[in-house]
């Protein structure tokens, strides 16, 4: 059982290691340690692990550090933690479980053994001393009491040096500590008892010039650092030495009660910690995690993503338990103009850095590999590795020792591995590397959007410090101006070729033709959209199965990253890379237009789902079945277009681009067919429906020029700007006629209707509707027959004509399939749930508006959403549930922010002011009812701007007489243009007001001319 403070903290219980990886929670651990047996009050041991500055919630995480220490000591009855009286904590165990205090016991010990005259004992134990102090304390832990501890026991280090190395040469160990000492005082420069033993031992070894060298070494740098001179007993020495003096020559016929230990090399191979390392925190607590229970660890990742610089990191904090030393090995898997380093010239390296002989049999290399490593503690770490292949003969046979592998590929055939593959730098981690490694302070402007240039690559953030460093009048705007500027940031960081072109060449270069080929053409496809094994065959001209092995093949060698099963992307800059590969155009066009087809198929076969109807469109394409993933349902079409959206927008764009109008067609009308069901102004529904038509004109294409002129009408009547949209349709019903195709006849006479139904004007909208169910009757046309009369149903409600509204619904209802039709089922149930409502059967209307909302929700269809929510709503108005009837009016405010539908906001406003009314909030109603009226105004909606008229009429009756007259005389108007019954109900309500005030004129709501008398 022992406590280990020196290296990185942590617990050694019958043979296994617990490593305390969190620094607050080892150094809690440390601050027990360094006095056991007595108790350290909690304000102290706050004082220790957090300075001046402990969180306010300390006590309690220090209850919580010291019960997680009670975990990991739990296998051992030989330590304790525990509370005192004095609320304090104490370690309770012997001080020899602790390394720290074991150590000053031995020396202790070799000191007393030393002034007894009995130096080769003394030697002993300052030895034993020795083999617990290797390396520097609390690794890991910050804070200023930590440093003040390593200050401390470096103190104690240097005394025990001098002490041990004294006997050494009292001895004549001269030829078998010189090593030691060499690497000590290198170190350790300005230590100058160390250097006095090592000048003693060169002197004795035969090496004068090699100790008079060391003389002037050590007093270059006290005057570099310390402005002083060697002590008088350096100088001495050194006068010594010049003279040659027989006092140096080693004591002969000493009695040597200990021999010497033979010479065996301690290996310090690790190459410099990177300085400043940051970002990894996680990976490395993982990793130092993993060492407990796994002897190899292999960290994989993609080219510059910093696998080396956390293999470094973690080998300098482990280096101090592995005290037979530490190797480092570039295999040189992805290294330029070089060869991978083969196994068996790896093995010849490393038996000569450990002193051992090297087989001439090359197949003996292993075995004497394995014994040299069998009883040693070593530490190994193999970079650049290409293969499980290529390591399995180097790993080290001793449970004693730890390998740490790099590679770029993951090491699937390694299984005694603990693999840990690491990933680009989340985007705060990359800005404070890059203005780290620039020298700007945090928060620099630019350097955010320098480190989203860069990919969050370790590699290429410190390229682009480098070459803002590098240049003193850049700033880090010029340097983002490069980046972002003609050429893709891929060239700009490369450098001299050194930099990531070169390294994601030697990766790309490990790659078999078939998995080139595929990197090569992935770039074509959108950066923002996955890939999967049906976009990989359509691309690469391949069978799934080949794809699907190139794919897997691109992942393991870091080229394609995962985010889900099956599905894939690729990191910028490999993009870039894998788009500057991609010098043949016909390679390029020849994939392009097998992915075109590929979604111009898919597209269509989804849409079909969503909104059912035979398709007219001449152009057939037909990619090969099995490179199409499976639509055969509306909830596989309604999952498959918000994924591939990004996918669609991108090839329509190339191909218009391209003058490619056949695909810019097959593209538009399916992307325009999804985002009409999703409702609201997208962004991209005009631009792709202005360039369908464009397209359509070009090619001379009535039929398609008739559809997406729909589209055009659509978008604006959305958008509530009837002016605009009316010409679309009537151009589409013109078009329609002249081709013949009562499908879309049907289409643009229902979208003329619904704009005089939003307009308020349901008279004018009746006999349309009626037109186009009647066309679609004959026609056979049964999804548009369904939609119509569902559509005229809810004309019909606004009428307060219930019984026509029942009749559509019904005759709709006989027509559906509730498999295809599911959505204009769901329609249906909404209109059912407002005659319903208006019947006062509130419970099953309440049930109907339920079952809208919760298909909405789950197949993410917001318009359908709003209209739900409006309906339950509506129900708990009814029920006088004004605070229930609150929140979904809210809830359709805050989706309506999401989604510009100017009718449905006008419709939500009304409700909220009617619950706010029932809330007494008379206020915010009228607040709610003036921009109800403002937008309906803007828009045209009739109707929707009388019922807001009414409403507020009746709120400013006692306010403002006068503006509340207006408001429904004009609210009379407005019902009266479009047919509505409700304009009777007002003109009853004048009535009445003006019975109770003679000014008021009954027709016009309109004060009546007061006369005067002289």
């Known amino acids: 059982m022992l406590i280990r403070l020196i290296g990185s903290v942590r617990a050694d219980i019958d043979g296994r290691v617990h490593r305390i990886t969190a620094p607050k929670l080892a150094c809690v651990l440390a601050a027990l340690a360094v006095q056991p047996g007595n108790p350290v009050e909690i304000p102290e041991l706050i004082s220790r692990v957090w300075g001046h500055q402990p969180p306010e919630t300390a006590v309690g995480i220090l209850y919580n550090y010291t019960a997680r220490l009670r975990a990991v000591l739990r296998d051992t009855d030989r330590v304790h933690i525990r509370k005192t009286r004095s609320s304090g904590y104490l370690l309770d165990t012997d001080p020899n479980h602790i390394d720290l205090h074991r150590i000053r016991a031995l020396t202790a010990r070799a000191d007393r053994e030393a002034e007894r005259g009995d130096l080769a004992a003394a030697l002993q134990s300052w030895r034993e001393a020795n083999d617990l102090a290797r390396g520097e304390a609390l690794l890991g832990i910050h804070g200023r009491w930590a440093e003040d501890q390593r200050s401390l026991l470096r103190t104690e280090q240097l005394k025990l040096w001098t002490n041990l190395y004294g006997a050494e040469l009292a001895l004549g160990h001269h030829d078998t500590v010189i090593n030691e000492l060499?690497?000590?005082?290198?170190?350790?420069?300005?230590?100058?008892?160390?250097?006095?033993?090592?000048?003693?031992?060169?002197?004795?070894?035969?090496?004068?010039?090699?100790?008079?060298?060391?003389?002037?070494?050590?007093?270059?740098?006290?005057?570099?650092?310390?402005?002083?001179?060697?002590?008088?007993?350096?100088?001495?020495?050194?006068?010594l030495i010049l003279n040659h003096d027989p006092e140096l020559t080693a004591p002969i016929n000493v009695a040597r009660s200990i021999q010497p230990q033979p010479v065996r090399p301690i290996p310090a191979q690790l190459p410099a910690d990177t300085i400043g390392f940051t970002g990894r925190d996680a990976d490395a607590e993982q990793l130092f995690t993993a060492v407990t229970n796994h002897p190899v660890i292999?960290?994989?990742?993609?080219?510059?993503?910093?696998?080396?610089?956390?293999?470094?990191?973690?080998?300098?904090?482990?280096?101090?338990?592995?005290p037979d030393g530490q190797l480092f090995l570039d295999l040189r898997a992805y290294t330029h103009n070089v060869s991978p380093l083969a196994s068996d010239t790896a093995l010849a390296q490393l038996l000569r850095s450990v002193g051992a002989e090297v087989p001439d049999n090359k197949k003996e290399r292993t075995a004497a590999w394995r014994t040299e490593t069998s009883e040693r503690k070593m530490l190994l770490v193999l970079d650049n590795a290409n293969s499980a292949e290529q390591l399995h003969p180097l790993v080290p046979n001793g449970s004693g020792c730890l390998t740490i592998i790099t590679s770029r590929r993951r090491l699937v055939n390694l299984p005694e591995a603990r693999h840990i593959s690491l990933h680009p730098l989340s985007p705060a981690q990359s800005a404070r590397i890059f203005a780290m490694e620039a020298g700007l302070p945090e928060g620099q402007p630019g350097v955010d959007d320098i480190a989203s240039v860069c990919g969050h690559l370790p590699l290429a953030l410190r390229i682009a410090a480098s070459r803002l460093r590098n240049r003193p009048s850049w700033t880090p705007e010029d340097l983002l101006s490069r980046l972002t500027g003609g050429q893709a940031p891929l060239r700009e960081l490369d450098g001299t070729g050194h930099g990531l072109m070169a390294a994601f060449e030697l990766s790309y270069r490990?790659?078999?033709?078939?998995?080139?080929?595929l990197f090569r053409r992935l770039s074509i496809f959108p950066a923002s959209s996955d890939i999967d094994k049906f976009v990989a065959a359509v691309l690469a001209g391949a069978s799934l199965d080949s794809a699907d092995m190139a794919l897997k093949q691109l992942l393991d060698d870091h080229m394609l990253q995962a985010f889900a099963p099956g599905r894939y992307r690729m990191h910028d800059l490999l993009r870039d890379y894998a788009a500057a590969l991609m010098t043949d155009s016909a390679e390029r066009d020849a994939a392009w237009l097998r992915l075109a087809d590929r979604y111009v198929r898919q597209a269509w076969r989804a849409l079909e789902f969503i909104t059912p109807h035979s398709r007219d469109w001449a152009r057939l394409v037909s990619p090969a079945d099995s490179h199409l993933s499976m639509i055969d349902s509306l909830s596989d079409a309604e999952a498959w277009f918000p994924r591939h959206l990004g996918v669609l927008e991108n090839l329509t764009q190339q191909a218009f681009r391209s003058g490619l109008d056949e695909y810019v067609i097959d593209l538009c009308i399916p992307i325009q067919g999804y985002l009409l069901r999703q409702g609201g102004g997208s962004d991209i529904r005009l631009p792709f429906a202005e360039m369908g038509v464009s397209a359509a004109r070009r090619l001379n294409d009535l039929t398609a020029e008739a559809r997406l002129t729909n589209y055009l009408g659509i978008y604006h009547s959305d958008l509530g700007d009837i002016r605009t949209s009316t010409p679309h349709f009537q151009r589409a019903v013109t078009l329609w006629r002249e081709i013949g195709n009562s499908a879309g006849e049907v289409a643009a006479l229902n979208n003329i209707?619904?704009?005089?139904?939003?307009?308020?004007?349901?008279?004018?909208?009746?006999?349309?509707?009626?037109?186009?169910?009647?066309?679609?009757?004959?026609?056979?046309?049964?999804?548009?027959?369904?939609?119509?009369?569902?559509?005229?149903?809810?004309?019909?409600?606004?009428?307060?004509?219930?019984?026509?509204?029942?009749?559509?619904?019904?005759?709709?209802?006989?027509?559906?399939?509730?498999?295809?039709?599911?959505?204009?089922?769901?329609?249906?149930?909404?209109?059912?749930?407002?005659?319903?409502?208006?019947?006062?059967?509130?419970?099953?209307?309440?049930?109907?508006?339920?079952?809208?909302?919760?298909?909405?929700?789950?197949?993410?269809?917001?318009?359908m959403l709003i209209s739900g929510q409006w309906g339950t709503a509506q129900v708990c108005l009814q029920r006088g549930d004004y605070s229930a009837a609150l929140t979904s009016a809210q809830q359709q405010l805050e989706a309506l922010e999401r989604w510009y539908l100017p009718y449905l906001k006008c419709r939500a406003l009304i409700q909220l002011s009617r619950a706010q009314v029932g809330l007494g909030d008379f206020d915010s109603s009228i607040d709610c009812l003036r921009n109800?009226?403002?937008?309906?105004?803007?828009?045209?909606?009739?109707?929707?701007?009388?019922?807001?008229?009414?409403?507020?009429?009746?709120?400013?009756?006692?306010?403002?007489?006068?503006?509340?007259?207006?408001?429904?005389?004009?609210?009379?108007q407005l019902y009266a243009a479009g047919g509505y019954p409700q304009q009777t109900r007002i003109e009853r309500r004048l009535s009445e007001l003006s019975l109770n005030d003679p000014h008021v004129t009954p027709a016009t709501g309109k004060e009546k001319p007061c006369s005067f008398e002289s």
Not at 298 to 322: N, P, Q, W, Y
Not at 766 to 782: H, N, V
Not at 936 to 955: F, Y
């Open 753 to 863: 209707a619904n704009i005089e139904a939003n307009s308020g004007m349901a008279n004018a909208a009746l006999p349309l509707y009626q037109t186009a169910i009647d066309i679609s009757s004959r026609e056979g046309l049964t999804s548009q027959e369904i939609h119509i009369r569902i559509t005229a149903a809810g004309q019909y409600y606004k009428l307060e004509r219930l019984g026509d509204a029942s009749f559509h619904l019904d005759k709709a209802e006989r027509l559906i399939d509730p498999v295809r039709h599911r959505r204009q089922l769901v329609r249906l149930w909404f209109q059912r749930g407002s005659i319903l409502c208006e019947s006062g059967d509130l419970a099953a209307a309440e049930r109907l508006f339920n079952q809208v909302v919760e298909y909405a929700r789950e197949n993410q269809v917001p318009d």
């Open 298 to 322: 292999a960290i994989d990742g993609m080219a510059g993503v910093g696998k080396t610089a956390l293999a470094l990191h973690a080998a300098h904090r482990l280096a101090s338990e592995f």
């Open 932 to 972: 109800a009226i403002a937008i309906s105004d803007r828009i045209g909606a009739r109707r929707a701007s009388a019922q807001a008229r009414e409403s507020l009429a009746e709120l400013l009756l006692k306010r403002d007489i006068s503006e509340s007259l207006k408001l429904l005389a004009s609210a009379q």
């Open 182 to 239: 060499t690497q000590i005082v290198a170190r350790q420069p300005l230590a100058e008892p160390l250097v006095k033993h090592l000048m003693l031992a060169q002197y004795r070894c035969g090496q004068a010039a090699a100790a008079l060298e060391s003389f002037e070494t050590v007093k270059r740098q006290l005057r570099d650092h310390l402005n002083a001179y060697p002590s008088p007993q350096l100088q001495h020495l050194h006068q």
């Open 510 to 517: 490990g790659l078999d033709a078939t998995a080139r080929s």
